[in-house]
C-alpha cells in the first residue's frame, strides 16, 4: 500500500457495520446466540447502551480537540508538525481506536445478541489493524522518521500488543 490516504475510513466501515446489524435486526437473521435477558433487566440494558454511546461520542469530541490542539486532523490527511507522544499516545499508539468498541458493546446490550461485540467488531479491528493502521504509520514514518520508529518500539500499538 502506497502513502496515499486510504480509500476506506473507520467512519465509513463503522456505517456498513451497522447498517448490516441494523438489517440482521430488521431480518432477525442473527449469526451468533441471542441472549435470552429478564423482561425486568430492560431499563438496565438501555442505560448501558446510552452510556456507552455516550461514551463514546464524548471520546470523539474529545479526539477531535486534542488533535486541534497539536495542528493535525483527526482523518490524518494533517499530520502534526511534532510527533504526538503525550497521553493516551503512551498508552498506546492507536488508542481512539480502542474505544470503537463502545458502540459495538451497546448494540449487543440493547439488541440482546453477540453479533455486534463477538462477529461485526473483530472485523472492525481486522479492518482497522490491517489496512487503516499500517498506512497510518508509513504516513507517520515519513513525515517523522527516526522520532517515529523510536516512538514505535517504546509504545505498543494496542497498548498490551
Not at 470523539?60 to 508538525?81: R, T
Not at 504516513?139 to 505498543?156: F, I, P, Q, T
Amino acid at each position: 500500500m502506497d502513502t496515499k490516504e486510504v480509500r476506506i475510513q473507520p467512519p465509513q466501515a463503522f456505517l456498513l457495520h451497522l447498517l448490516v446489524i441494523l438489517t440482521q435486526w430488521a431480518l432477525g437473521a442473527w449469526l451468533l446466540p441471542v441472549l435470552h435477558l429478564a423482561a425486568f433487566l430492560v431499563p438496565l440494558r438501555w442505560a448501558l447502551f446510552v452510556l456507552c454511546i455516550a461514551a463514546f461520542i464524548l471520546s470523539k469530541k474529545w479526539m477531535v480537540k486534542f488533535f486541534a490542539k497539536h495542528g493535525a486532523n483527526p482523518m490524518f490527511k494533517e499530520h502534526a508538525p511534532a510527533l504526538i507522544t503525550e497521553f493516551p499516545y503512551t498508552v498506546a499508539r492507536n488508542p481512539f481506536y480502542l474505544l470503537d468498541v463502545l458502540p459495538f458493546l451497546g448494540l449487543t446490550l440493547i439488541l440482546g445478541t453477540l453479533d455486534p461485540l463477538l462477529l461485526h467488531f473483530p472485523l472492525f479491528f481486522l479492518f482497522l489493524n490491517f489496512h487503516v493502521v499500517p498506512a497510518e504509520e508509513k504516513r507517520l514514518l515519513l513525515a517523522h522518521g527516526a522520532d517515529y520508529e523510536a516512538y514505535k518500539v517504546s509504545v505498543k500499538r494496542w497498548g498490551l500488543f
